[in-house]
């Protein structure tokens, strides 16, 4: 497994490991050391299974993974070069950004995609909210605030004719204490975070965050930058083939993700099992970005047209 090293202290000692830059030669990669930064969630458990397997070693590549616990945290560093990849970025701020000229930050490769029970709103046990419609105006905690979980929240409760909740951030490792203090009424929390706070609340669940219209949304992704992509499209090319094979394996072996998950999150072993588990899309897809990116302009969090094909980066094979 890639040595794990913090973010910060990456900031510290300057720039990723630079012996990996200008090493490829030929036909293999431009840059044979890349730098990943990857939140301690499922989405990246594809990754994490492609470090694992070696099929990133096959590709000519080394692969060191940073852990950030918000992939906003991460930007600056990938601005500068100091991390190559951004691994379970979510689309909506990543999206915001570009549109604002602050950072145009292609996306490799998908990471996971909406799925049952996988991200939930969930309430204490004695808790009077039973319903969707039982969250207006409620502290309702979100890893970010008007990101994916609001983004996904907002559009189901609007279908089911309900107000929206007073937004609160927190950041997910945090979420059970407060919710446990009572400072928020509810959290829509993610997994590994969800299955760990069920088990020590005995929380209920209000909402399950893949109803209709959130169902099989996209995400979370791979992102890089212009520049990066630019300048090294056979190494991009290669991370994408082994990624795409940490995702076939995360997609069709849950035994495999339940295994992993520990070694990048704070999850025990048999709360592993027991996760509900996002998709793991082995080739990225216009059709389902597209239809983020309408809902985004619905809620007014994009303004300007943007397609699916602009965001996508498709290295070659």
């Known amino acids: 497994m890639a040595t794990i090293i913090t973010v910060s202290a990456l900031l510290l000692t300057g720039c990723a490991d630079g012996s990996g830059d200008g090493g490829g030669g030929g036909d293999g990669p431009e840059k ?17 299974l492609a470090i694992e397997r070696k099929f990133f070693e096959r590709e000519g590549l080394t692969v060191r993974v940073r852990p950030v616990q918000q992939s906003v945290q991460a930007l600056p560093a990938l601005a500068k070069g100091q991390v190559d990849i951004i691994g379970g970025a979510d689309y909506v701020k990543f999206l915001q950004a570009r549109e604002k000229g602050t950072l145009k930050t292609p996306y490799l490769a998908e990471g996971a995609r909406n799925a049952p029970h996988m991200m939930d709103v969930l309430v204490p046990p004695e808790s009077d909210i039973r319903t969707a419609r039982d969250l207006k105006d409620k502290r309702v905690a979100v890893n970010i605030l008007n990101n994916i979980q609001s983004l996904t ?23 059970a204490t407060v919710l446990e203090r009572g400072q928020v009424d509810a959290v829509h929390i993610a997994e590994p975070f969800r299955t760990a706070l069920k088990r020590k609340l005995k929380a209920r669940t209000v909402v399950d965050g893949d109803a209709s219209p959130a169902d099989g949304i996209p995400l979370s992704g791979y992102a890089t930058t212009e520049q990066f992509a630019e300048k090294n499209p056979k190494t991009a090319a290669a991370f994408v083939r082994a990624l795409r094979k940490g995702q076939a394996v995360a997609a069709e072996d849950r035994e495999a993700v339940a295994k992993v998950l520990p070694s990048y999150t704070e999850i025990e072993p048999d709360e592993a099992a027991a996760l509900k588990l996002p998709a793991y899309p082995e080739t990225a897809s216009a059709s389902p970005l597209d239809r983020l990116i309408r809902e985004m302009r619905e809620q007014g969090l994009l303004k300007k047209k943007l397609a699916a094909g602009d965001v996508l980066h498709e290295p070659g094979k």
């Not at 044979?32 to 994490?48: E, F, I, K, N, R």
């Not at 189901?156 to 997910?172: H, K, M, S, T």
Request: charged residues 15%.
């Open 153 to 175: 929240l907002n559009g189901i409760l609007r279908q089911e004719g309900a107000g929206r909740p007073d937004y609160r951030q927190v950041p997910f490792p945090q979420m």
């Open 32 to 48: 044979t050391t890349l730098t990943v930064a990857g939140l301690p969630l499922a989405d990246v458990a594809g990754l994490h």
